[in-house]
C-alpha cells in the first residue's frame, strides 16, 4: 500500500503537522510493530503530495518548541483519495520470496527441497503462533480493527501453511517435470536478409 493514500485520509479527517500524522497513522494500523512508517517517509510524502497538489500548508504551528507545518487535504487530493477508495487493492501474491527459494533449491540440485519447506513450515508455524499470542491481547470492544487485521494475518499463515502441504505431496511430480530454462535471444542486431 502507498502510504500517501493512509496520510490524504487522516488530513481529510482533519488538518495536522507531520509528527501527528505519523501517530495517527500509527494508532489506525494497530502500532508501529504492525507497520512503522518513519518520519522521513511521512515528511518526503507529504513533499510529494504537495507537488501533486494533493495537500496544501495551511499555517505553522507556534509553541514551545520548533514550528509545525500545518497540512491539509486539497479538493484534487479528495478526488484522488476517494478514487483510491472505490479501486481494487491488488495483493502481491506473485512476488514470493520463499517460491523463489523454492525454485532455486531445484535448479541448483545441491539442497534437500524437504528440509527447504520444513523450514518454512517451522516459521510460520511460529509466526502464527506469535499473531495468535497478539490477537488475544485485543480487547473486541474496542479494538475490533486491529483483530480484524490479524484475523486476516492468521488466514493468510494458515494458507501457505496448506500450500506448503500441497507443494510437498506433489515434490517428486514436480521433480521429475523439466527445470524451467530461459529462451536465449541472439544479441546484436538482426542480420540482414538479402533478397
Known sequence: MSVRYAILGLLAQKPRHGYELRSAFHAVVGGEETWNVKPA?????????????????????QGSGPEKRIYDITPQGRQALEQWFYSG????HQRDEFFVKLMIALVTGDVQPRRVIQTQRVFLYRELHAVTVLRQSYNLRTQLAQVLMIDKAIMHLEADLRWLDMVEGRLEEIQRQPLPEPDIRPRGRPRKVEV
Not at 89 to 92: G, K, Q, R, S
Open 89 to 92: 487493492v491488488a495483493p502481491e
Open 41 to 61: 517517509q511521512v515528511y518526503a510524502t507529504l513533499s510529494r503530495l504537495a507537488e501533486a497538489g494533493w495537500v496544501a500548508e495551511e499555517g505553522v504551528e
